[in-house]
């Protein structure tokens, strides 16, 4: 089983529609979550931190669930600019040494 | 502020020839980081830095895959010899740890490395 896990999609949405998708991840210990952004043949960059109690940052809403190990990602009134990667990442422990989701593809459509 | 800036963008070789991708951190950072990425595995740590001493290179694929970072700005990593299942994109990344919840990385653009 992978560290971190996400469907690849794509989730193909239509622009003003609401999309969300989960990540899961295997270590209970993990501490810290994240969710970076991938444009196509771009680098990643940090969304949002993801923190326990959830929040939100515009558009976009990030949740923890620590007893189901996932973190979710929510993106409401999509605009085509949206479309990208989303990856889902977590520190598993002490460290800096965070662990990278395959993502997820969003495509966002007119 | 400058970014992390990697060389070279694309780097097309023949197998069994030496490839050398270099990267410099942005001014400050603490932590280098080397990423590999491919469609099949995703992106891949490779191996780790903090103040320019190698932390954990338990994603270095085999012995023919080198990394250093001889000063706080620069840092290589080298192929050698180079084999077509290299083929990926490479990233760079740096970050300052300011506590276990905000260890934001800062990716360079990446090299793209073909070989054939």
């Known amino acids: 089983r992978k560290e971190v896990e996400q469907d690849p999609g794509p989730f193909n949405v239509p622009e003003g529609a609401t999309v969300a998708f989960n990540c899961t991840y295997s270590?209970?210990?993990?501490?810290?979550f994240f969710w970076y952004r991938q444009d196509c043949r771009k680098e990643p960059k940090l969304l949002m931190s993801?923190?326990?109690s959830g929040n939100e940052d515009g558009r976009f809403t990030a949740q923890l669930n620590r007893a189901s190990q996932y973190i979710s990602l929510l993106i409401r009134d999509s605009k085509l600019s949206d479309s990208a990667t989303y990856l889902c990442?977590?520190?598993?422990?002490?460290?800096?040494?965070?662990?990278f989701g395959g993502g997820t593809r969003v495509l966002v459509k007119p | 502020d400058a970014g992390v800036i990697q060389s070279p963008r694309h780097e097309v070789t023949e197998m069994g020839q030496e490839v050398t991708l270099r990267c410099k951190p942005i001014?400050?950072?603490?932590?280098l980081f080397w990423y590999r990425q491919t469609m099949m595995r995703g992106l891949e740590l490779l191996i780790y830095?903090?103040?320019?001493?190698?932390?954990?290179d338990s994603g270095m694929p085999e012995d023919r895959f080198s990394a250093k970072m001889p000063n706080a700005s620069f840092s290589t990593l080298k192929i050698q010899p180079s084999e077509p299942r290299d083929s990926a994109v490479y990233f760079c990344?740096?970050?300052?740890?300011?506590?276990?919840?905000?260890?934001?990385?800062?990716f360079g653009s990446g090299t793209q490395l073909s070989v054939l």
């Open positions: 270590n209970s210990a993990s501490q810290s």
């Open positions: 993801v923190y326990s």
């Open positions: 830095f903090n103040n320019n001493v190698p932390i954990d």
């Open positions: 990344a740096s970050s300052r740890r300011q506590g276990f919840n905000n260890e934001k990385l800062f």
């Open positions: 001014s400050g950072h603490d932590y």
């Open positions: 990442v977590v520190n598993k422990a002490a460290g800096n040494k965070l662990t």
